[in-house]
């Protein structure tokens, strides 16, 4: 049953989008994102809205309304206000129309939808920068029940630094989106572990020991490079992590970024297939990218409960898949930066950045890659990440990859 479920996995994957459709359309999560005169916002929903109206309001109030939709209290509170955005405040009305105000500090020039496909409405506002809006203008207030009175408008988030003494100061430096959003925790994950051994390589060289060593030196190295930074493992001996707790330990310590270390293999030993490569979680668009993918979904063949996975619905599947789609542009990113410090280190050749229906990265709620640091059935590879120096030399590529994604990363948060 746990092999049949693994390819289903994948076909459910590749035809996540299609089957979303079908259904209500169920909002995921609102992003605000300002770039001087012009905003985007981007719903993140399971399916297609078919009706979408955008009105210009008073008072710097952009206006979406979408009909026959659903949405929770999470997805309807996930935006945060940035510089330039005094609140952004959404609704249901009369059962199954989403209204949301966003309401900034200048007035709204023209709004205009940008996009509209099966996972997202895209929304372009764009100001008037020589029109702005009095502080003492007030937004739409928030639905209340009746004989209840409004709530009041919270504060704009600070972005300066706080006084030295002033709690409430410090308090609101601290929730400001740069605060929240800032690099300071990164999981790394070692592959496999206690009784799943993962591959076998030549020379009777363990997966699991690989991963291990590696990451561990990967994490010594994000140190000295990231000073402040907090770097964690998933498993710091031989233990066996089930593939679902491995995402809940990253979301659990507040991860910013989720890193799982494998190692290659092909049924053969000698093999010629060599080569360090990244994967982002999507539908495989390759039989070599499905094949490491079901390699590596295998051990959960070895977890005690394993219905947790056949009872994955559609629906779930769908979920998930669309979770992770909101971190899409920073996963490939963060792949792609590892990727060019490995191949500059000019130890293995370069097998580029694939996309795969790993389950390990399904449960991360940040951006994640999974990396396969080389092939341990190839002789060359075997030995190299057998070796201390092998493994440290990939570390270092690694954690330096890592340093030059943080660094675009951080550039984008303060932009914002």
């Not at 996995?9 to 169920?26: E, H």
């Not at 009105?55 to 939709?69: D, F, H, I, L, Y």
């Not at 495989?284 to 977890?303: F, M, Y």
């Not at 795969?356 to 396969?372: D, K």
Request: charged residues 25%; proline residues 6%; contains cysteine.
């Amino acid at each position: 049953m746990p092999t049949l479920w693994l390819t289903l996995f994948l076909l459910i994957l590749s035809t996540a989008a299609a089957a979303a459709q079908s259904a209500v359309p169920q909002l995921r999560d609102i992003t605000v994102a300002p770039s001087g005169a012009k905003t985007t916002i981007t719903f993140l929903f399971t399916g297609r809205v078919k009706t979408v109206v955008v009105e210009p309001k008073a008072n710097g109030v952009a206006q979406v309304r979408m009909k026959s939709v659903k949405a929770d209290s999470k997805a309807l509170n996930s935006p945060l206000a940035k510089p330039g955005v005094r609140s952004v405040r959404a609704h249901i009305e009369r059962t199954d129309v989403l209204v949301t105000n966003v309401t900034f500090t200048q007035n709204v020039a023209s709004m205009t939808v940008a996009q509209r496909d099966s996972v997202s409405v895209v929304v372009v506002v764009k100001l008037s920068p020589d029109s702005p809006v009095s502080a003492a203008a007030t937004s739409p207030a928030k639905p209340t029940k009746k004989g209840t009175t409004p709530k009041k408008e919270p504060a704009e988030p600070r972005t300066t630094s706080p006084k030295a003494g002033n709690s409430a100061d410090a308090t609101a430096d601290a929730t400001s989106p740069r605060k929240r959003w800032a690099l300071n925790t990164i999981i790394i994950d070692p592959g496999h572990g206690g009784k799943d051994p993962g591959a076998l390589g030549i020379g009777d060289i363990q997966e699991k020991d690989v991963t291990l060593a590696t990451s561990k030196k990967i994490r010594e190295e994000l140190k000295k490079l990231m000073p402040g930074v907090k770097v964690l493992l998933t498993r710091e001996d031989d233990t066996f992590v089930e593939l679902y707790q491995r995402g809940k330990i990253a979301n659990k310590a507040g991860g910013k970024l989720f890193v799982s270390i494998h190692c290659n293999s092909m049924p053969e030993k000698p093999h010629p297939a060599s080569g360090f490569e990244c994967y982002i979680i999507r539908p495989g668009r390759s039989t070599d990218a499905t094949r490491v993918a079901l390699r590596e979904n295998s051990v959960i063949q070895l977890e005690y409960d394993q219905e947790k996975y056949a009872g994955m619905t559609t629906e779930t599947t769908i979920m998930a898949a669309m979770a992770q789609s909101a971190f899409a542009r920073f996963s490939e990113t963060l792949a792609q930066r590892i990727r060019e410090s490995v191949r500059t280190a000019d130890i293995l050749p370069d097998r580029g950045v694939h996309q795969a229906g790993f389950l390990v990265l399904v449960g991360a709620s940040m951006p994640s890659v999974l990396v396969e640091l080389g092939y341990l059935s190839n002789e060359h590879d075997a030995e190299l990440l057998g070796s201390k120096t092998g493994q440290r030399t990939l570390a270092r590529s690694v954690a330096k990859g890592i340093k030059r994604y943080a660094q675009e990363y951080e550039a984008i948060i303060r932009e914002e």
